[in-house]
């Protein structure tokens, strides 16, 4: 499996973001999906998850409102918008994969068999 983000950047506060994130190498449908992040000096931390059928989400409580997770299984992909960004979401951003099928995603890392390279997003104030 490999996962290759995109569309990161840099963004005034304020502004809006999307990442995008294809799949290759397996059945898309048969992963939950998931963006995490990892902010400057901070420990990596779940941002949104998506499970396998996009039923079920899930999203940490400082991008609630203002992120949103989907997926399209056609094209391999899971997206992350992001609006109202500020500067507490600078950060390198990582999608990655869980091999565990079910409606609803899985938060913790050690559930994530794949993860892709990372793209900053940069937000300045």
């Known amino acids: 499996v490999q996962l290759q983000a995109s569309g990161g950047g840099l963004v005034q506060a304020g502004g809006s973001l999307r990442l995008s994130c294809v799949l290759s190498?397996?059945?898309?449908?048969?992963?939950?999906m998931a963006w995490f992040r990892r902010p400057p000096g901070k420990e990596r931390e779940i941002v949104a998850a998506?499970?396998?059928?996009?039923?079920?989400?899930y999203y940490g409580e400082s991008v609630k409102g203002r992120f949103t997770i989907s997926r399209d299984n056609a094209e391999k992909t899971v997206y992350l918008q992001m609006i109202s960004l500020k500067s507490e979401d600078t950060a390198v951003y990582y999608c990655?994969?869980?091999?565990?099928?079910?409606?609803?995603?899985?938060?913790?890392?050690?559930?994530?068999?794949?993860w892709g390279p990372g793209t900053q997003v940069t937000v300045s104030s």
């Open positions: 998506v499970g396998s059928t996009g039923v079920g989400t």
């Open positions: 990655a994969a869980d091999a565990g099928v079910s409606d609803y995603p899985r938060t913790r890392q050690i559930f994530y068999d794949y």
């Open positions: 190498g397996r059945t898309f449908r048969n992963y939950a």
